[in-house]
């Protein structure tokens, strides 16, 4: 079973509306979960990331995350899209916390129209 | 304070040839992990390391190697090259290791096999 699972590949919204990104985590890993941006031709930068000392984390550039036990979810929204947010997101796990590996879903790109 | 940056941005190599990519990490960083991205596949972990020493693999064939010098600094090799090794690799530091501390991605090497 996939350790996270991004819902939707491509997700496309009007610049000004709710932005939902979805993911789910195996109930079986650890709570480690994060939440990373990249960029055309960049790396991957951090958007958030849970820290279990709140179910609501706030992130960068107006991004907020709610993890969810009883379902196992911790998806990403912003109340208002910009053009700006265009891009691609990934959710993520440390399986182990001793170590810093991460395990990744497959992504979900944002498009954003004017 | 300078990011993480990898060296060289872009490579072309054809089948049967070897690379080697570099990887410096933000100063004061004492881990380093390596990643794989390809659209098939996507974020594939390969290495993670901690004072010199690997700490942790992903399951990747044996032609890809790693290593972790004195300063900090990474480098990870590819033997034998595939058309399949065709990806972005991607470094990211910490400064330890484990689930709490931040990891910061560098802008990856293009590998393209020819």
């Known amino acids: 079973a996939q350790s996270v699972t991004q819902l939707g590949s491509h997700v496309s919204v009007s610049e000004g509306a709710l932005v939902l990104l979805r993911c789910n985590y195996s109930?079986?890993?650890?709570?480690?979960l994060f939440w990373y941006v990249q960029y055309p031709n960049q790396g991957l930068q951090l958007l958030l990331k849970?820290?279990?000392?709140?179910?609501l984390v706030k992130g960068i550039n107006g991004f907020e995350a709610e993890f969810k036990k009883s379902e196992t979810s911790f998806h990403l929204t912003k109340p208002s899209a910009h053009m700006s947010d265009a891009a691609e997101y990934f959710c993520a796990v440390i399986l182990n916390s001793g170590y810093s590996t991460l395990t990744f879903g497959k992504g979900t790109m944002l498009l954003v129209s004017p | 304070k300078a990011g993480v940056t990898q060296t060289p941005r872009y490579l072309i190599k054809t089948r049967g040839q070897q690379v080697t990519l570099s990887c410096s990490p933000i100063s004061g960083h004492r881990s380093v992990s390596w990643y794989q991205q390809t659209p098939g596949q996507g974020l594939q972990f390969l290495f993670e390391?901690?004072?010199?020493?690997q700490r942790n693999k992903g399951n990747f064939p044996g032609r890809f190697s790693g290593r972790q010098f004195s300063n900090s600094r990474s480098e990870m090799n590819v033997s034998t090259l595939e058309l399949g090794d065709s990806a972005l690799y991607l470094c990211?530091?910490?400064w330890g290791q484990g689930s709490h501390n931040e990891q910061f991605f560098g802008p990856g090497t293009r590998l393209t096999v020819l």
């Open positions: 109930s079986s890993v650890p709570p480690y």
């Open positions: 990211a530091s910490s």
């Open positions: 849970y820290t279990s000392a709140a179910t």
């Open positions: 390391y901690f004072s010199e020493t």
